[in-house]
């Protein structure tokens, strides 16, 4: 997800409203269930995330393959906030990425829905430069997707990424995505439209590679 959406009308001044960090339900449209693995949990933003996530997403070696990210902490409160609104309206899902040992988040993992039931829907992911190749994103992508098909009810998950983005595009291969075709000058950034690949990853597909992989972390 590219296209991240980070979207210019966040940057206009809004009441920032704080949510909540317990989950007790079981509805994500509630509140988002805290996913857990031994070295990452994913959890609903906070706005206490936003200095973190400026300091992480603005660097121009994670940022040059998405859309702009809010350009100060301001701009990510309310970015924030949008997110759980979205959230609440069933249509948008945003985990805060928390490495082991930390409490902030570093990086995020979004689903958007692409139908009013979710059954399609297309995912993304940017995390600061000093966790890759930690683990830390093989092991949250396992949680969204695990999330995604088994909670959230998807049936197809799309990815986009750019070709030139070889990281993003290896990370989306071995987690078992499936290159279906290139969307020609499909993303635009930096003054200049970019081809795009586009991957997917069925509900079948994951939980028959999940099955052989063995017990899951819980």
């Not at 949008?82 to 609440?88: K, S, V």
């Not at 939980?207 to 972390?217: I, K, M, W």
Request: glycine share 10%; with cysteine; proline share 5%.
């Amino acid at each position: 997800m590219e296209k991240m959406p980070f979207q210019p009308e966040l940057q206009r001044p809004e009441l920032v409203a704080t949510p909540s960090t317990v989950t007790t339900t079981s509805d994500w449209r509630q509140a988002l269930p805290i996913l857990s693995s031994a070295h990452v949990t994913l959890r609903e933003l906070r706005i206490d995330d936003a200095a973190s996530l400026l300091t992480m997403l603005s660097t121009e070696e994670v940022s040059r393959f998405i859309s702009p990210p809010p350009t100060t902490v301001e701009g990510f409160e309310r970015f924030i906030t949008w997110a759980i609104r979205e959230r609440e309206n069933g249509a948008y899902v945003c985990f805060a990425v928390v490495p082991e040992g930390m409490s902030t988040a570093v990086g995020l993992f979004q689903l958007r829905a692409l139908d009013p039931g979710f059954s399609t829907a297309e995912w993304g992911f940017a995390i600061g430069s000093g966790f890759w190749g930690t683990g830390v994103f093989a092991e949250g992508a396992r949680l969204v997707l695990d999330f995604a098909f088994e909670k959230a009810g998807v049936h197809r998950l799309e990815a986009r990424a750019s070709i030139a983005n070889g990281r993003g595009n290896g990370a989306l291969r071995k987690i078992g995505a499936v290159q279906e075709g290139v969307l020609r000058r499909s993303f635009f950034r930096g003054g200049t439209h970019h081809d795009q690949v586009l991957w997917s990853i069925l509900a079948e597909d994951w939980r028959a590679q999940r099955a052989n992989q063995g017990p899951r972390v819980h």
